[in-house]
T-cell receptor, first 114, second 115 residues
C-alpha cells in the first residue's frame, strides 16, 4: 500500500525566507504526485502536479516541486515566501493506473511572520 | 463553471444518530471521492465513485457508506454516529478516475460535530 510522509509538521519562517517542505512516498510503481494548499477558511486547492515528463514542476504563486524518483521524494520549494503563504500544505500520491485512491500526507502548517 | 458544492456546511448530531452529506461535482465530472479530515491525521480516504459504482474504498467501518446518482451527485451516510466521527468531510470531483492522470477539485467540506 502506498503511504506519504511529510516530516515537517509546523514551519515558521520570516517573509522573504526560502521554503522547502519535504515529502516522501512509498510505492514502487509509476505515480501521480500532488501538492495541495489550504489557506485559513478556504478550500483545498491544487498548487501543482506531476504526472510525467520534466521532474521539475512549476505551480501557481511561485511554487515549484522536484520529483526525484530514486529518493521517492517530491519536495515543495519557494525561493521567497510572503505572509500570504501562511497555510497548510499537503502532499499526495496515487498509483498511475486504474482505480487508485489518492493518499495524502498529514500536512505541514506554514506560518510566515511579517 | 461552478465549483464543487457540499451541503450542509455544518451539522451537529448526537451519538447514535445517522447523518447524510451531499456533494455536487463540477459539471462534467464523473468521479467523486470522499475524505475525512481531522487535525493531525490529514485527509483519510473514504471512497471513490465513478459512473454510479464504488471504485475504491478506504479503511473505514461499514457505518460509512455512499452512493452516486446518474447525474454524478453523491451522498455519504454515516450511521450510529460516534464522538470520533467529528471531522471535516471533504468531497472532491474529477473528470475521470483518480488513477488516470486526473486532478481533483475539492469542495468546502461539511463540518460534522458529534456530541
Amino acid at each position: 500500500a502506498q503511504s506519504v510522509s511529510q516530516h515537517n509538521h509546523h514551519v515558521i519562517l520570516s517573509e522573504a525566507a526560502s521554503l522547502e517542505l519535504g515529502c516522501n512516498y512509498s510505492y514502487g510503481g509509476t505515480v501521480n504526485l500532488f501538492w495541495y494548499v489550504q489557506y485559513p477558511g478556504q478550500h483545498l486547492q491544487l498548487l501543482l502536479k506531476y504526472f510525467s515528463g520534466d521532474p521539475l514542476v512549476k505551480g501557481i504563486k511561485g511554487f515549484e516541486a522536484e520529483f526525484i524518483k530514486s529518493k521517492f521524494s517530491f519536495n515543495l520549494r519557494k525561493p521567497s515566501v510572503q505572509w500570504s503563504d501562511t497555510a497548510e500544505y499537503f502532499c499526495a500520491v496515487n498509483a498511475a493506473r486504474g482505480y487508485q485512491k489518492v493518499t495524502f500526507g498529514t500536512g505541514t502548517k506554514l506560518q510566515v511572520i511579517p | 463553471k461552478a465549483g464543487v458544492t457540499q451541503t450542509p456546511r455544518y451539522l451537529i448530531k448526537t451519538r447514535g444518530q445517522q447523518v447524510t452529506l451531499s456533494c455536487s461535482p463540477i459539471s462534467g465530472h464523473r468521479s467523486v471521492s470522499w475524505y475525512q479530515q481531522t487535525p493531525g491525521q490529514g485527509l483519510q480516504f473514504l471512497f471513490e465513485y465513478f459512473s454510479e459504482t464504488q471504485r475504491n474504498k478506504g479503511n473505514f467501518p461499514g457505518r460509512f457508506s455512499g452512493r452516486q446518482f446518474s447525474n454524478s451527485r453523491s451522498e455519504m451516510n454515516v450511521s450510529t454516529l460516534e464522538l470520533g466521527d467529528s471531522a471535516l468531510y471533504l468531497c472532491a470531483s474529477s473528470l475521470g478516475t483518480t488513477g488516470n492522470y486526473n486532478e481533483q477539485f475539492f469542495g468546502p467540506g461539511t463540518r460534522l460535530t458529534v456530541l
